[in-house]
Nanobody
Framework: QLQLVESGGGLVQPGGSLRLSCTLS???????IGWFRQVPGKEREGVSC????????FYGDSVKGRFTISRDNTKYVVNLQMDMLKPEDTAVYYC?????????????????WGQGTQVTVSS
């Protein structure tokens, strides 16, 4: 059973940066790993996803140019570098994995989830 553990959340001022990390218990080369976020009363939003099969990357429109997803050489850790943070980025951020190699960055395709980490952007 694949397990995912997020770390790196916290409180940051607008314009600041945070780096989230997702540590995987196993490596499945063709899995898609994604970062999602959710605020109360809203649907879970796909922030960024990376495909293991071909390395292709997706970013949600609201984070393009500000967030960067990366995978380390061991493939056990997937990072999300978040720069120029805005108050509207405040949410619980989840790391997730999909066993479907061609999954898009939509939560319905992801069957493995971490417990989430809170990110708060506020002055």
């Amino acid at each position: 059973q694949l397990q995912l553990v997020e770390s790196g959340g916290g409180l940051v001022q607008p314009g600041g940066s945070l780096r989230l990390s997702c540590t995987l218990s196993n490596v499945f080369v063709d899995y898609v790993i994604g970062w999602f976020r959710q605020v109360p009363g809203k649907e879970r939003e796909g922030v960024s996803c990376i495909r293991g099969s071909d390395g292709s990357i997706f970013y949600g429109d609201s984070v393009k140019g500000r967030f960067t997803i990366s995978r380390d050489n061991t493939k056990y850790v997937v990072n999300l570098q978040m720069d120029m943070l805005k108050p509207e980025d405040t949410a619980v951020y989840y790391c997730a994995a999909s066993s479907w190699a061609r999954a898009t960055c939509a939560s319905a395709f992801f069957g493995h989830w971490g417990q989430g980490t809170q990110v708060t952007v506020s002055s």
